[in-house]
């Protein structure tokens, strides 16, 4: 069994991405991650019903809920074959306008996740 997982699949470009790999014939296992439950749940309804597809509502910012989450889909899938980062973040502001905490969750969601979420994949391996 081939699995892929994807972060940011409630909505847009990896809900797209989501539907899309589902219509392949080689990967047989999805797991989607998300902060939004209802847009995975989407996501999911327009994906091929024939894939098995499990959804996690995580904080990808969070490193101890991403570990938690990976090993417990490394134990439920044995191995995770596909990594699609995703998540991503954007409030566009200009300089003088954006506020420190709107640079912070846009450096944590579009930077720092991606390190977390591929490091605890590598080590779950």
């Known amino acids: 069994m081939t699995t892929c997982l994807i972060s940011g699949a409630s909505r847009g470009i990896g809900r797209a991405i989501a ?4 219509r392949r014939e080689d990967i047989n296992q999805f797991v989607l991650l998300a902060r939004d439950n209802e847009g995975m749940e989407q996501t999911k309804a327009r994906m ?3 894939k098995r597809v499990e959804i996690y509502a995580i904080d990808l910012t969070d ?3 991403v570990q938690r989450a990976v090993q417990a889909i490394g134990t439920t899938f044995g191995t995770i ?6 998540a991503g973040y954007a ?3 200009s300089l003088l306008e954006a506020t420190l905490d709107n ?10 996740s991606l390190f977390i979420i591929t490091r605890e ?3 779950a391996g």
């Open 121 to 123: 994949v590598i080590v």
């Open 103 to 112: 640079r912070e969750t846009t450096y944590r969601v579009n930077v720092h």
């Open 81 to 86: 074959d596909y990594l699609l980062n995703v």
């Open 19 to 22: 539907v899309a790999l589902s």
């Open 48 to 50: 091929n019903p024939g």
């Open 63 to 65: 490193a101890k809920e």
């Open 91 to 93: 409030e566009p502001k």
